[in-house]
Structure formats: C-alpha cells, structure tokens
C-alpha cells in the first residue's frame, strides 16, 4: 500500500554540527507535509511543515526541502543540540477524502557531546 | 502547548477486562486520530473522526472501537484486552481545514497482563 518511509533508523551527529533527516513518500496525490519530533514519553510535537506548491521552507535552526520529482522530504538541522535528541517522522496529509495524516517509520538522532 | 488530554497515561490490565481511553481537546478541532506505537516503531493510523456522529476506521486493522458523541471527546473502548493490545495508544487533533497539523496528547502505555 501506499507508505511513507525513512532511509535511515539512527542518525548520530557530533554536537554543533548539522543533521539532515530523509524521507521518502510514495503517495503523489499528498501536497502537504509536516515533521514531527517525539521525546521518550511525550506525544509527537510539531517542527515545520511545507505544501507540495514549496520546495523549501525555512524555520528557526531547521529547513525541510521537498523534492516532488523522487518523492523525497528532508529536514535539516543547523548546530544540532542534545535538546535536538529524539525521534523525527515524516508525516503526509493527503487532501483528498479522508484527510488521513499518515506516518513514516521514524529516525532516532543521537546527539553525541 | 497543545490542550489535548489522555488519561490515563498508564494502565496495567489482565486479560480480558474492558477498558476506555480517554482523549479530549478543547481547541474545537473537528478532525481527531487515533494512533498506535509500538516502542521506537512507526504510527500507525488506528480510527479518525472528521467530527460528531463520523468515525472511521484507519490503515490499522484493530479490534477497538470509537465513539464522538461531542467535539472534544473521543474515547476508545476494548471490549476484551488481549496481551497483543500491550502498546502505545496516540490521539490527536486537527482543524478541518486541508493544511493543518495534528496536535497530540502525551500518551497512554497500555499493559495487558
């Protein structure tokens, strides 16, 4: 069926330096798109989204770039901190019928000291 | 910080007992998730409500049920616990809106002993 997926399950990155997270999507009908950080025992909170008419977007110490010709979403963290240690998803809204806010499988980034 | 409500945040249960999960919002957002996470593992998409009377059943075969009798409420019932319900149970809300982020609870670990 249809998926959003991640390439990588761990990322570990040396603090201050950038990460950059990937994603891949499969369903070319979705034209919005959200990341999601989850700490151990918390819910999934909101980082940045970006529409399928954008190919960049920018945020405070993060951009997330939308490549729609490989169906290919990425985040990127600038000077990445201990607090930035957590898991990312990807998420696709579809804005079709349902509305469905579907998950990818998620990257665990370490941040090493 | 969103206010979106799950009690309890954990429950231990033995097999076969009957058991609600609480989620509610007071953002009046018509769209409201239900998610299930396994440890470190993806969300997967369980019930959605586009708003009162409407519940449907998401990409997650599961053996619970859903009720929204009112907009900021949106529980789940298992009629019969069984250890294979021993997960984490995510809910969410949105607006209605095609390009909206969901706002998520914190929790509930459930236990089936």
């Known amino acids: 069926g249809e998926s959003v997926g991640l390439h990588l399950p761990t990322l570990s990155v040396q603090e201050g330096d950038n990460s950059i997270i990937n994603c891949a999507y499969s369903?070319?009908?979705?034209?919005?798109f959200i990341w999601y950080k989850q700490e151990s025992g918390k819910g999934p909170q909101f980082i940045i989204d970006?529409?399928?008419?954008?190919d960049k977007r920018q945020g405070q110490r993060v951009t997330v770039l939308l490549n729609k010709t490989v169906k290919h979403l990425s985040l990127q963290i600038a000077a990445t901190q201990p607090g930035d240690s957590a898991v990312y998803f990807c998420?696709?809204?579809?804005?079709?019928?349902?509305?469905?806010?579907?998950f990818g499988s998620g990257t665990r980034l370490l941040v090493r000291p | 910080e969103a206010d979106i409500y799950q009690t309890p945040r954990y429950l231990v249960i033995g097999t076969g007992k009957k058991i609600t999960l609480e989620c509610s919002q007071t953002?009046?957002?018509?769209?409201m998730y239900w998610y299930q996470q396994d440890p470190g593992m993806e969300l997967h998409l369980i019930h959605y409500?586009?708003?009162?009377?409407?519940?449907e059943k998401g990409d997650l075969s599961s053996e619970s049920t859903v009720s929204r009798i009112r907009t900021e409420h949106f529980p789940l019932t298992l009629e019969s616990a069984r250890p294979s319900h021993t997960s984490q149970y995510l809910c969410?809300?949105?607006?209605?809106?095609?390009?909206?982020?969901?706002?998520f609870g914190q929790g509930t670990r459930l236990t089936v002993v």
């Open positions: 969410a809300s949105s607006t209605r809106q095609g390009f909206a982020e969901a706002f």
């Open positions: 369903n070319s009908a979705s034209d919005y």
């Open positions: 970006i529409r399928s008419n954008m």
């Open positions: 998420a696709e809204n579809r804005v079709d019928s349902s509305y469905k806010l579907i």
């Open positions: 953002m009046g957002h018509d769209k």
């Open positions: 409500s586009y708003g009162v009377n409407s519940t």
